[in-house]
């Protein structure tokens, strides 16, 4: 029985959403294994439009199991108020739909306000985060000090975690010239929120391994990309956790085996939210029209997204790094009407060819693109649902991009519905 992984294979906001919704049909648990809410994943059924941050995306679909694994960092309050906001639209969220590892980290208030002192003291400097706390709560985790899911279900142990956290942060924010945190209001804090938290705990990684042994599928679902990864992304212009296909392992408590398939979420050109380096960036009108036909907008903050054309070196790169076997290319509709098209081959560095992005950020900035150039089309692929019905060269586009990557398009998505797809090769089959 497959089980796959969808990981996005850029800088976020591929189109993972749409793909996790149309696979989950096929699955029968859905795992988020890494990232917080700094995700937004957009879904798009018969019309209606959901917007998901940390709830796996597979929650809006009755009958499934959506698990939020131990990589995950939770923010208790955000949990809360997103399963409300569901609950309100009728989508039932109870034990059988929803459960969360006992030994994830959680996301605090005063990680919140910490990832935003940071960003608003570092000027031009910034990452540009969604300032949600993820990289404070990362830091707590790795640094042993984290409060975790099964803390809130033992208040009795709370204080001294507390007092020790407290150590770290007080220090820190006496530094920083902020107010100190009162460790009493925290504690009142944490035992209010646990009951929207503790119904769902649950031991996961020995859930998993039953469903496992039970032959159900498992899909497990990546957020933000593999160039914002802590370890192979554009350091420090990156997320605090691991987002490429490994992670879906570690991060739900499998072994590597556990995924059969790991399908890269690829759009067909190239963006980016936040600071850091983006060689194909378009900063001319160029880029305008794409972002504009592309409605690239942050789901999550509202937040304009960098455009630019393909970078081919990149995705070949995240191929490697995610061990990519297929991607879907998305929002090739976007791309309808542009006289000529660009891809990045690679890149030159002091005047000397590079094939692949060095891993130093001053090299990353010198990085100048080598591009080739293709004819566009003038028809429209929106909504297509067969090869078909793709201009001439809109396939020869999608035949160099497989080529350069040095892997094969598994699936191509026309639109934001989940109906608008063409399926080449099915990721769960044995
Ligand atoms: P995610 O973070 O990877 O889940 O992606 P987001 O949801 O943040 O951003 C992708 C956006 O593109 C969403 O608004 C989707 O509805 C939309 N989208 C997905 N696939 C397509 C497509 O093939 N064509 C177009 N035009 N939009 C798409
Ligand atoms: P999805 O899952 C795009 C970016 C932020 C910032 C950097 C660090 O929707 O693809 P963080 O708050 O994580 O510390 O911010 O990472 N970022 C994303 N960009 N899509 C995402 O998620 C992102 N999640 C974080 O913009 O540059
Ligand atoms: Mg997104």
Redesign the pocket.
């Known amino acids: 029985m497959a089980n796959v992984a969808v990981v996005?294979s850029q800088?976020?906001?591929e189109g993972?959403g749409k793909f996790v919704d149309w696979l989950s049909e096929r699955a029968d648990v859905i795992v988020r294994f890494q990232?917080g809410h700094?995700?937004?994943?957009t879904l798009v059924i018969d019309g209606v439009v959901y917007k998901l941050a940390l709830l796996p995306s597979g929650i809006v679909r009755p009958g499934k199991l959506s698990v939020i694994g131990n990589g995950v960092v939770i923010d208790p309050w955000h949990l809360r108020d997103e399963i409300a906001g569901l609950t309100a639209r009728d989508v039932r969220i109870t034990r059988d739909e929803l459960r969360i590892a006992e030994n994830a980290t959680l996301i605090l208030p005063l990680h919140r306000e910490l990832d935003q002192l940071r960003e608003n003291a570092a000027g031009a400097g910034k990452?540009?985060?969604?300032?949600?706390g993820?990289?404070p709560a990362y830091e707590d985790k790795v640094g042993r000090r984290a409060i975790r899911v099964m803390d809130l279900a033992a208040p009795e142990t709370l204080p001294d975690k507390i007092n020790r956290l407290l150590v770290h942060h007080n220090a820190l924010r006496k530094g920083l010239g902020e107010p100190l945190i009162d460790g009493g209001k925290l504690l009142a804090e944490l035992k209010e929120i646990a009951p929207s938290v503790l119904p769902y705990m649950d031991t996961v990684w020995l859930l998993l391994d039953a469903k496992r042994r039970a032959g159900k599928r498992i899909l497990f679902e990546g957020?933000?990309?593999a160039l914002?990864d802590i370890d192979h992304g554009t350091y420090p212009?990156?997320?605090?956790s691991n987002t490429v296909a490994g992670q879906a392992a570690t991060g739900s408590g499998l072994g590597p085996g556990a995924v059969h398939y790991v399908l890269g979420i690829t759009k067909a050109y190239t963006t980016r939210?936040?600071?850091?380096p983006f060689p194909s960036e378009l900063s001319d009108e160029t880029g305008e029209r794409m972002g504009a036909r592309g409605k690239e907008f942050g789901?999550?903050t509202g937040r304009k997204r960098r455009c630019g054309w393909f970078d081919a070196a990149l995705v070949r790169q995240t191929v490697k790094t995610s061990g990519i076997n297929g991607i879907v290319l998305t929002k090739i509709d976007v791309l309808d009407g542009f006289e000529q098209l660009k891809i990045c081959t690679g890149y030159t560095l002091d005047g000397k060819p590079i094939g692949h992005l060095p891993a130093g950020q001053f090299e990353q900035a010198r990085a100048v693109p080598v591009y080739e150039t293709m004819p566009g089309w003038s028809g429209t692929t929106r909504g297509a649902r067969s090869w078909a019905q793709l201009p001439a060269a809109c396939i020869k586009y999608i035949k160099r991009i497989e080529e350069l990557i040095e892997a094969p398009v598994a699936m191509l998505s026309t639109s934001p519905e989940r109906a608008d797809t063409i399926l080449v090769t099915d990721p769960f089959a044995d």
């Open positions: 996005g800088w976020g906001d993972k990232g700094n995700a937004g994943h990452i540009g985060t969604t300032g949600r993820i990289g957020a933000q990309g914002l212009f990156v997320t605090s939210v936040g600071s850091g789901t999550n």
